[in-house]
Nanobody
Framework: QVQLVESGGGLVQAGGFLRLSCAAS????????MGWFRQPPGKEREFVAA????????YYAASVKGRFTISRDNVKNTVYLQMNSLKPEDTAVYYCATRAGGLSGRSHEYDYWGQGTQVTVSS
């Protein structure tokens, strides 16, 4: 089992920034791809970004590419999402997830999920 706990969400004005963190515990030796997803109000969950085990390979949704940066610290078993130039449409509950496989943007391919952290961007 792997436990994931997100933090760092909050309220920010458009154009601002936030840094989300996701700390993993439990069977962290099984961690491979780490991903971030989000669920806007009234919408389905969508892929945001993913990072491979070494941290050198990343994958982004088109809507966040160039504004968000995913990274990981394997010593601390933590993955980060640096979000810059935030827009009101980035408002969502953000979830981190992990899977024992390669990069993927498909939520059903992820095995473990955090409880989510709310990000609200005001206009």
């Amino acid at each position: 089992q792997v436990q994931l706990v997100e933090s760092g969400g909050g309220l920010v004005q458009a154009g601002g920034f936030l840094r989300l963190s996701c700390a993993a515990s439990g069977r962290t030796s099984s961690l491979y791809t780490m991903g971030w997803f989000r669920q806007p109000p009234g919408k389905e969950r969508e892929f945001v970004a993913a990072v491979g085990r070494s941290g050198s390979i990343t994958y982004y949704a088109a809507s966040v590419k160039g504004r968000f940066t995913i990274s990981r610290d394997n010593v601390k078993n933590t993955v980060y999402l640096q979000m810059n130039s935030l827009k009101p449409e980035d408002t969502a509950v953000y979830y981190c997830a992990t899977r024992a496989g390669g990069l993927s943007g498909r939520s059903h391919e992820y095995d473990y999920w955090g409880q989510g952290t709310q990000v609200t961007v005001s206009s």
